[in-house]
């Protein structure tokens, strides 16, 4: 996904059935924390190798965080608990949407291979081009569509 993670996690947050006030905030920062890295990639690392290898978009990583936090949060700051799991919910739908044309580590740490659904071909000049190009961006603008819908009507489905 190239500019879907964002409005993935609107929706997501218009889907929910609590309406804690940080439940918005906790799922846009969730749905786009991972591509983060992308100023690692662009800056430090000069691109040298594709950014979902970095740990941000490990799956296991945000498992053993999600285990760690979630328990201390419902002894310790119950109140928090609804916007945590919508944060980690957020996580793991940026990875699930990034799993169609791009890919994740999902096996990791016991496969260091990218998992997709789709494979994107280079057939253009430029990747994003590629991207734009292929039908699998008819679903980035449907989750779009979906979160214009939402926001305009002031409604949930």
Same mark, same amino acid.
């Given at each position: ?10 929706? /997501?947050?218009? @889907? %929910? ?5 940080? &439940?918005? =905030? $906790?799922?846009?920062?969730? +749905?786009? *924390? ?35 936090? /979630?328990?201390? @949060? %419902? ?5 928090? &608990?609804? =916007? $945590?799991?919508?944060?980690? +919910?957020? *996580? ?28 994107v071909p280079a ?15 008819? &679903? ?6 979906? +979160? ?10």
């Open positions: 996904m190239l500019t879907a993670h964002l409005p993935s996690g609107y929706v /997501l947050a218009r @889907l %929910a059935p609590e309406g804690h006030r940080f &439940l918005m =905030p $906790a799922a846009l920062l969730g +749905a786009v *924390l991972p591509d983060f890295d992308m100023l690692w990639f662009h800056f430090i690392d000069d691109g040298s190798i594709h950014h979902h290898l970095y740990w941000v978009h490990v799956p296991a990583f945000w498992a053993a965080v999600a285990a760690l936090t /979630l328990p201390v @949060l %419902a002894f310790l700051a119950r109140a928090l &608990l609804a =916007p $945590a799991l919508m944060f980690f +919910a957020a *996580l793991f739908l940026h990875m699930v949407l990034d799993t169609i044309g791009g890919g994740i580590l999902w096996a990791a740490p016991f496969d260091s291979g990218l998992y997709t659904l789709v494979e057939a253009q000049a430029h990747w994003v081009l590629s991207f734009l190009l292929h039908w699998t961006f008819l &679903l980035e603008l449907g989750v779009w569509a979906l +979160a214009l819908y939402l926001w305009r009507t002031g409604r949930c489905i």
